[in-house]
């Protein structure tokens, strides 16, 4: 089986998605279930279909692009990603997982490999958090790790619901049906930039993922008293800012603390009301994500985040009200997934590192039920989710040739 993969047409491919995008190039922002997004996912099943593969979308929008094998009913070999963007982002996150997946099942094609197994591409539906809250929500649904009532009722910004938002974009199926059982796969394997420095620094292009760390996060909405920024004397002042303020400190403290590299923990939304320059903040709105290789330690963290909101309530006597979206377990990727994707690196001569996905993915939530592995490629100076975001071609090129190989052994 000779495989080559078509380094130009799939950077190229890679370059007309970024610009199905609502930024100004090289940003990306691609929000599930806007028109920008609705847009790139058609562009994304026409390709599929181009490649003669069978497509279906599911009722949260997870798109199934399918290489039917000689078994048609023996479970499926998966491959993909997300091609969701969180604002402001970069052209490689997820999208390097898809359409070098596509590139790789188009590659078998024209080697003339007939698989056994049928290999699937898939697109997962709104794998970051930016619109509900957490991440994921196509992977969770399809591994039972979600249930369908409590995804239907997640709200976005506006308060408009997962179920609303679904069916006015045209899915109108029945999330209960997402769920897939056990058998579906038989493997999955997930292409995707490092999202972190150490491919670079170590000079070696892939990585072979052992496990992905735990995520979770929080909403935390800080009450304190409004009123005018002249006439409230400062002992008077219940200032929902200045105690949102040493809360974001304790939780950056909160990680710091456990003296662990791992445990990272960011601040990344601060809405403000009612948000005047001569007016005091009654309300402020963040949110927490906060991740670790180890539960308990992130668990730790966490309580001493609760630990620090108790004290700033009390002693700026502000009302802080914490929701949990998420609190997941880490993963271990399998070892039969992580053993073929080494021997395909060894058969080319590629060096490649084994590593921590810091990141989550949603392999994280299909580790549930199907053995999965993770294969990663440097991206420059480990930037993600900025615009600067950069992975090389002859990277990705050597990524997708890599998971081909490994498809092709795990579809016999
Ligand atoms: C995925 O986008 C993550 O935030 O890890
Ligand atoms: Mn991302
Ligand atoms: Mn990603």
């Keep these: 089986m000779k495989l080559e993969i078509d380094q130009r047409g799939l950077n190229a491919e890679i370059e007309a998605l970024a610009a199905i995008s609502d930024a100004e190039p090289p940003a990306v922002t691609r929000i599930v279930f ?15 279909e181009e490649a003669g593969l069978a497509v279906r979308q599911d009722a949260i929008g997870n798109i199934f692009a399918r290489w039917n094998g000689a078994d ?20 490689y996150d997820g999208v390097v997982g898809v359409l070098g997946g596509l590139e790789a099942i188009r590659a078998l094609q024209r080697s003339g490999f007939r698989p056994k197994h049928s290999i699937e591409l898939l697109v997962f539906a709104t794998e970051e958090p930016t619109r509900f809250g957490i991440g994921c929500l196509g992977s969770r649904l399809l591994s039972g790790t979600l249930s369908a009532d409590a995804a239907a009722k997640l ?7 997962v179920d609303e ?33 150490l491919l670079e620094k170590a000079k070696t292009s892939l990585g072979i993922v052992k496990s992905i760390a735990a995520p979770a996060s929080l909403r935390i909405s ?39 590299a791992d445990t990272v923990a960011t601040v990344g939304v601060c809405d403000v009301f009612p948000g005047a320059v001569n007016s005091i903040p009654s ?33 700026r006597h502000v009302s802080i009200q914490s929701e949990l979206l998420n609190a997941d377990a880490p993963a271990d990727c399998a070892p039969e997934v992580r053993r073929g994707l080494a021997d395909s690196c060894r058969e080319h001569g590629f060096p490649f590192l084994e590593m921590v996905s810091r990141a989550y993915h949603d392999s994280l939530f299909i580790s549930r039920i199907a053995p999965t592995g993770m294969l990663f490629i440097p991206c420059r100076k480990g930037y993600s989710h ?27």
């Design 34 to 48: 806007t028109p920008t997004d609705l847009k790139a996912r058609a562009w994304m099943a026409t390709r599929c």
């Design 72 to 91: 048609p009913a023996a479970p499926a070999v998966g491959t993909g990603s997300h091609i969701d963007a969180i604002p402001n982002a970069g052209k």
């Design 155 to 161: 709200k976005d910004r506006d308060g408009e619901t």
């Design 165 to 197: 938002v679904r069916r006015r974009s045209g899915f109108n199926g029945d999330l209960q049906d997402v769920k897939l059982p056990k058998s579906y796969y038989k493997a999955f394997v997930e292409l995707h930039i490092e999202q972190g420095p």
């Design 222 to 260: 800080i009450e304190g008293s409004g009123g005018h920024a002249g006439g409230v004397l400062m002992p008077d002042r219940k200032d929902a800012l200045c105690a949102a303020a040493e809360l974001i400190l304790a939780i950056e403290n909160a990680a710091r603390a456990t003296g662990a």
């Design 283 to 315: 309300r402020v709105g963040i949110t927490v994500d906060i991740r670790d290789t180890d539960k308990a330690r992130r668990d730790g963290a966490m309580q001493a985040i609760e630990g620090a909101s108790q004290e700033i309530t009390a002693k």
């Design 386 to 412: 900025r615009p600067d975001e950069y992975a090389a071609p002859e990277d990705i090129a050597r990524g997708a040739l890599v998971l081909a190989e490994s498809l092709a052994k795990l579809s016999e």
